[in-house]
């Protein structure tokens, strides 16, 4: 994916950022369907939540993948931030404690509220009235973001909250299932090497046969009639040496033919 696609002035990503594109790009085409969408019904503010939601998503995501699972490299992280892919300043938040959780930066300024106060989002729900437990900041939409449980309502979409998380989920259960995989065709190769060696005995004289239906059965046939096999390799044991003046009678078997 070429530079371009993020910003025609920016210099080529640094290697690694490309782990990043699918989601990237998904959140970004997420954000251009909402804001096509008709705003009939909706109060002005409320055209704005997709807008705050999806700013949050895609600053999570990547904050959450160099911080919590350290899977991009510090240059990829500085790319995201340098070329305005995620909200520097709500990460920088993010970092301090108590708002681990912040939607928006909108929300704790005081001179976007009344009273220099900040937004209900950031009142724990036990402290509220109970008319005010489903109150949402009326710019952003966010009801709590100190993670008691209704912040997931308003951050929650067809992809999710949790992107990073979810991904490495996915991957690290890809790599389970390929995993396993291996071992399995291993331990069927092995198995199929024993039964090679097992019935190999039995095949010296082959290799100068062009026949292929000359080589006996199966392994498989050999597993499922094993109790024939040996009973016959007993009897011809026992033979002793009866079967030293066996000789095969070629030549009467081709004038009979």
Same mark, same amino acid.
């Given at each position: #994916?070429?530079?371009?696609?993020?910003? =025609?002035?920016?210099?080529?990503? =640094?290697?690694?950022?490309?782990?990043?594109?699918?989601?990237?790009?998904?959140?970004?085409? %997420? &954000?251009?369907?909402?804001?096509?969408?008709? *705003?009939?019904?909706?109060?002005?503010?409320?055209? #704005?939540?997709?807008?705050?939601?999806? *700013? $949050?998503?895609?600053?999570?995501?990547?904050?959450? #993948?160099?911080?919590?699972? @350290?899977?991009?490299?510090?240059?990829?992280?500085?790319?995201?931030?340098?070329?305005? &892919?995620?909200?520097?300043?709500?990460?920088?938040? $993010?970092?301090?404690? !108590?708002?681990?959780?912040?939607?928006?930066?909108?929300?704790? *300024?005081?001179? *976007?509220?009344?009273?220099?106060?900040?937004?209900?989002?950031?009142?724990?729900?036990? /402290?509220?009235?109970?008319?005010?437990?489903?109150?949402?900041?009326?710019?952003?939409?966010?009801?709590?973001?100190? @993670?008691?449980?209704?912040?997931?309502?308003?951050?929650?979409?067809?992809?999710?909250?949790? &992107?990073?998380?979810?991904?490495?989920?996915?991957?690290?259960? #890809?790599?389970?299932?390929?995993?396993?995989?291996?071992? %399995?065709?291993?331990?069927?190769?092995?198995?199929?090497?024993?039964?090679?060696?097992?019935? @190999?005995?039995?095949?010296?004289?082959?290799?100068?046969?062009?026949? /292929?239906?000359?080589?006996?059965?199966?392994?498989?046939?050999?597993?499922?009639?094993? !109790?024939?096999?040996?009973?016959?390799?007993?009897?011809?044991?026992?033979?002793?040496?009866?079967?030293? /003046?066996?000789?095969?009678?070629?030549?009467?078997?081709?004038?009979?033919?």
């Amino acid at each position: #994916m070429s530079a371009n696609r993020w910003d =025609p002035k920016a210099k080529k990503p =640094p290697k690694g950022f490309n782990y990043l594109v699918p989601v990237l790009s998904a959140l970004e085409n %997420e &954000l251009r369907d909402k804001v096509r969408e008709s *705003n009939a019904g909706k109060r002005n503010t409320e055209s #704005m939540w997709p807008v705050h939601q999806i *700013n $949050w998503q895609r600053s999570r995501y990547v904050y959450d #993948m160099y911080y919590t699972h @350290g899977k991009i490299t510090k240059k990829v992280y500085d790319y995201c931030i340098k070329n305005k &892919l995620v909200d520097a300043a709500l990460i920088a938040k $993010w970092k301090k404690p !108590g708002y681990e959780r912040l939607c928006s930066t909108y929300v704790i *300024n005081p001179n *976007n509220y009344k009273f220099g106060t900040t937004s209900i989002c950031r009142v724990p729900l036990k /402290d509220r009235s109970p008319e005010a437990k489903t109150a949402q900041d009326p710019t952003t939409g966010c009801r709590d973001v100190l @993670g008691s449980g209704a912040a997931s309502e308003y951050f929650w979409n067809k992809y999710g909250q949790n &992107l990073a998380a979810v991904q490495v989920a996915r991957e690290k259960r #890809m790599e389970e299932m390929e995993q396993k995989r291996l071992r %399995e065709e291993e331990a069927n190769s092995t198995a199929a090497a024993a039964s090679a060696a097992a019935g @190999g005995g039995d095949s010296e004289t082959d290799d100068d046969s062009d026949d /292929d239906d000359d080589y006996g059965p199966t392994p498989a046939a050999w597993a499922s009639e094993g !109790g024939k096999l040996e009973a016959e390799s007993e009897r011809l044991a026992e033979g002793g040496d009866d079967t030293d /003046d066996y000789k095969q009678p070629a030549k009467k078997l081709k004038s009979s033919s």
